[in-house]
Every structure is written in structure tokens, then in C-alpha cells.
């Protein structure tokens, strides 16, 4: 990436908190601007990457090769593989580097951050062709990623410097009061290849503004975009070591980055599956380890949107099918089952099927309204769902294989009808592009059968009842609840993202809590009049640090 001059800004001089505004494609210079960018991408697909520990570029015998998922035969980028032998290297670059960045101001911390988001702005339509080409984001896809990943960057030196400014509820009389929130140390961070940008950003960035320094173990499946985030990080002026990138596999890197002594906080967003191996392996305490290892893990979901019989009909299908099929059901907030009342049941599978054969599959990079699955293992996973489902169920439209054009991993989108709640396709967690619609008796009924899966993630009701929403807010058991909108795209700031149950440890990322996460709080107490200095003069070495 060019560089590019970064215009100063101070964390204490900031304006509120305002979500990036999305794209419009339609308008001729963003289509410009786009295929110009994808294009300027295309020229650089290929490229060798190595790990980055404490600063330097390192180098493996092993590489990760990044392929596009719409033609696989095209390489993205070749990442030198990190192995269980560059934990401890990594490690030890991040404690190094801890011992200065811990000490730095929360206001020096936060405008890294800021100046981060600046560049991305930048470099928004490149970053956009990244995700297009790497993971197969269609181009109003690509943009919330990089919209999402801006805001993260914005909400959270905000909400740095907010805590900073924390406060003890009361002051004793005779004692000085302070209640001061420090960084944790060294942490792992592990972030998903559906949001390869903005998740992978807002965990990090999350992490480094409280003071902590990370070992960053992108997916497999989007490593060349971490790698392209890091060069920005360095742009910004973020010192060596602080964020260390290392490419490896979960099983072997990231299980013993997990495991080390000195990893203090792991923070997670995948399956379920991976998600609680973390959380039973980071329980375990090992030799010259001094303190519990906190995880904070986004997992799965199966999410269900129910249609009562008396909603905007038309509204609550064109949000089904947003939220089951926006980048092809890859969402842990993806609709993956339509509980609808029995009195509009007919009419809504027939309208449904007509909005879901009008979907185009193609080539994200020619903007297709539906691309390809991540890779082979899912592909083959969620055909291996379709043969469940026409077992289970009446399939309605899709199934089979769509034409795979150049080998990429394209499946059409999918419908089963006539569902029973108990059906594998109606608890299991397929993330891909297949909806499960089930009947309801009544708005009891529908509520019931949403909370009768292990996940408890998104939901989202359609009803023009206020006694239903209502009751929907009492029982509906989920962490992100829409009422009368789809049941994705949460939004920074408004939509504090994270679910119940197996969906992992309720974060909520993009909201006001999830900084506590990456931080411990000291209370410290002076008795008043024996000593001239205040608490807030107080040096580091006397605060703990």
C-alpha cells in the first residue's frame, strides 16, 4: 500500500461517534472507483507474506496458500506458515513489547486507532477488492466489512478514553478514591474468515487501546488480509511487537498459543466446536502460569426470524431472505430458520420461493447478488445438509449444485419446507445458503420453537402486535434481538454484538462493555492528608503496572 499522509487527530478532542455510511454502487464513480481498485488488486495476487514477530519478517520452511473461493486455481497470496515453534518467539516479542505499550497514555493508545481508521478510509475501495477477491464478498458486502471495520477502530478509542476517565461511585470521607482499569498482558487473538477484516480489527484493536500486545492467528482462509491490515498498523505509527501476525493452523499454532504459560486472554469468533476445545484448554493451568486465563468467544448460532400472521408480509421476506442468503448464509447471524404462523404459511412459501430463484449467483467481482462458499470442506458440508434435508423435509427450491464456473465453490440458495423443530436441518449450525422454514400454531408456539435449539445468538421477529413484541422481549432468548428488521447487520454502538448459550460468552463487541473485557480494574484508596502526592500522580511502578 502507498503511503499516505495521515491528518493529526486527538483522542480528547473528538467528535461523537458516528457509524461510516455505506457505499452506493449504483452511483458511477463508486463503480469506478471499484473495478478500478479490483483491477489495481488483481495486479498484486500472489505475493509471498511473512510472519511479523516483534517487527522483523520471518520466514518458514511450510507455506498457507490463500486461494479465491469463485476460482480456486487463483492465489491470493502465500503466507509463511507459523508452527508450534514460533509460539514461544511470539510470545515472548509481545512481552517485550508489552512493558513499554502498557505504559504508553490511553490517549496515545487511542490515536493509533484513530489514525488506523483514517487510513482505512483511505484504502477503502482496496480493501473492498481484497475481500472480494479472498473470501468472496460481493461489493455491498465488502463495503459493511470495511464500514464495520472503521467503526470499530472509531467507537473503541472513544470508548478507551471514556474508561479512562472512570471514576469510584463515591469517595470515603479521609481517602482519595480511584478506580483505575489496566491492561491484562499478552493475548492471543483469533479471528474468523467471514468478517477477515472487521472482526479481525475490532478484536485487536480492541485489545492493544487497554494496553495489552497480541500474537494475531488469522484463518487460513483469510490470512492475506490481516497481512494487508498489519501494514496499516505500521502506517499508523503502532510500535513492534504490539500486534505480532503469525499464519499458522489451529491445531498445531494456535493450540499451543492457547496453551502457553503467558497467554493471558484468548479472544476467539468461530465455531462452536473450536470455540469450547479453547475454552476447556485455557481452564487447564500449566507450569509457571500465575493467573486464570479469560476467554472471550463469539461461537455459533442458529438463527430464527419469526413471521406472525398479521406482519408486513412483504417486509418479513425480503428480510428472511437478506439475512439467510447475504453472503451466501456465512454469517453467524444468518437466518437459518423461518418460524411462520400457520395462517400465512402457504402464501408465504410461495412468495418466498419467488423472491429466492430470483437471487443471481455469480462471480462476486462482477458485484453477483449471491458467490461462492469459503472453500471445499464447506461445499461439501452443506451439500451434505441438502441430502439431510430432503430426508427430513419437502424441499422447495435449490438443492443440487449450482454451475461451478471455473471450479469456484458455488451452491444455489436453498429452501426446505414443512420442517420439524427437532430436525437436524432446524438445530444443527450449516452456514451456508439453506433455510429451514417451519410452521407455528400460535406466537407461544413460535417463541418456543426459536429457544429450542443449544444457540441463542440473533433473532428477529415480524408482528404489527405490540403485545407480541412485548412478549418477544420477555421470552425470546437470544443477545441480538431485532423487532420488525432482518436479524443481521448489527451496527457498532447501537447493536452491542453477542449471544447466549453456546454462542459463546455474550461480548457484546461494538457496545460499552467489551473493553472491560481486555482490562482489570484496580481500586486504590489513599488516606487523605499523609502524603502530598495525589493518587493520579502516582507513578506507574506504585499503581501496579
Known amino acids: 500500500m502507498a503511503t499516505i499522509s495521515i491528518p493529526s487527530r486527538s483522542a480528547t478532542k473528538l467528535p461523537p461517534f458516528k457509524n461510516e455510511a455505506f457505499l452506493d454502487f449504483k452511483e458511477p464513480e463508486n463503480k469506478r472507483r471499484m473495478e478500478e481498485a479490483l483491477a489495481h488488486v488483481e495486479g498484486q495476487l500472489g505475493r509471498e507474506y511473512k510472519m511479523v514477530i516483534g517487527g522483523q519478517r520471518v520466514g518458514s520452511a511450510n507455506t498457507i496458500v490463500s486461494v479465491n473461493p469463485a476460482r480456486p486455481q487463483q492465489i491470493i497470496g502465500r503466507h509463511a506458515e507459523a508452527g508450534e515453534q514460533h509460539v514461544g518467539q511470539a510470545v515472548s516479542a509481545a512481552q ?60 473503541y478509542a472513544r470508548e478507551a478514553m471514556r474508561l479512562d476517565s472512570a471514576t469510584t461511585p463515591i469517595q470515603l470521607p479521609g481517602e482519595r478514591n480511584a478506580l483505575r482499569y489496566i491492561p491484562l498482558g499478552v493475548g492471543a487473538v483469533l479471528p474468523p474468515w467471514n468478517f477477515p477484516l472487521a472482526i479481525m480489527a475490532g478484536m485487536t484493536a480492541a485489545a492493544i487501546v487497554c494496553g495489552n500486545t497480541v500474537v494475531l492467528k488469522p484463518s487460513v482462509d483469510a490470512p492475506t488480509i490481516a497481512a ?40 476467539f469468533t468461530g465455531s462452536k466446536k473450536v470455540g469450547l476445545e479453547i475454552h476447556e484448554r485455557a481452564a487447564r493451568a500449566q507450569p509457571g502460569q500465575h493467573f486464570l486465563k479469560r476467554t472471550i468467544l463469539e461461537m455459533g448460532g442458529k438463527d430464527a426470524i419469526i413471521v ?38 402457504d402464501v408465504f412459501c410461495d412468495r418466498l420461493r419467488e423472491h429466492v430463484e430470483a437471487i443471481a449467483i455469480g462471480d462476486p ?28 423435509a419437502r ?47 400460535s406466537f407461544e408456539d413460535a417463541i418456543t420453537i426459536a429457544n429450542g435449539t443449544e444457540y441463542g445468538l440473533t433473532g428477529a421477529v415480524y408482528s404489527r402486535s405490540r403485545e407480541n413484541l412485548d412478549y418477544a422481549v420477555r421470552e425470546f432468548h437470544v443477545g441480538n434481538l431485532y423487532l420488525n428488521r432482518k436479524c443481521t447487520g448489527a451496527m457498532v454502538g447501537a447493536h452491542p454484538f453477542g449471544g447466549f448459550n453456546m454462542s459463546g460468552t455474550d461480548s457484546k463487541a461494538g457496545g460499552p462493555d467489551y473493553l472491560l473485557l481486555f482490562t482489570q480494574a484496580q481500586s486504590v484508596a489513599e488516606k487523605s492528608g499523609l502524603a502530598p502526592t495525589r493518587i493520579d500522580e502516582l507513578t506507574e511502578q506504585q499503581m501496579g503496572l
Not at 310 to 319: H, K, V
Not at 368 to 383: E, F, H, K, S, T
Request: with cysteine; aromatic share 10%; proline share 4%.
Open 96 to 155: 517485550q513489547a508489552f512493558a513499554l505499550w502498557s505504559r504508553r497514555t490511553m490517549e496515545d493508545r487511542a490515536d493509533v486507532l484513530l489514525r488506523t481508521a483514517d487510513l482505512v478510509s483511505q484504502h477503502k475501495f482496496e480493501l473492498c477488492a481484497w475481500l472480494t477477491f479472498e473470501v468472496g464478498k460481493n461489493w455491498a458486502e465488502a463495503d459493511a466489512d470495511v464500514g464495520e471495520t472503521i467503526d470499530f477502530l472509531e467507537f
Open 228 to 267: 494487508r491490515f498489519l501494514l496499516l498498523l505500521e502506517q499508523a505509527g503502532l510500535p513492534d511487537g504490539v500486534v505480532n501476525l503469525c499464519h499458522g493452523a489451529g491445531p498445531g499454532f494456535g493450540s499451543a498459543l492457547v496453551a502457553h504459560p503467558q497467554t493471558r486472554f484468548i479472544a
Open 308 to 345: 406472525d400472521a398479521d406482519c408486513d408480509l412483504e417486509t418479513a421476506i425480503e428480510g428472511v431472505v437478506a439475512s439467510a442468503f447475504g453472503f451466501s448464509g456465512q454469517k453467524c447471524s444468518a437466518c437459518s430458520r423461518a418460524i411462520v404462523h400457520e395462517a400465512i404459511y
Open 365 to 392: 467481482v462482477t458485484n453477483a447478488a449471491l458467490g461462492p462458499v469459503i472453500n471445499q470442506v464447506a461445499y461439501d458440508r452443506v451439500q451434505e445438509y441438502i441430502r439431510i434435508g430432503q430426508a427430513e
Open 395 to 441: 424441499l422447495l427450491c435449490g438443492g443440487g449444485a449450482a454451475d461451478r464456473n471455473d471450479g469456484g465453490y458455488f451452491l444455489p440458495p436453498t429452501v426446505f419446507v414443512d420442517v420439524r423443530p427437532e430436525a437436524r436441518i432446524a438445530q444443527e449450525e450449516i452456514f451456508g445458503p439453506l433455510l429451514a422454514v417451519l410452521k407455528s400454531t
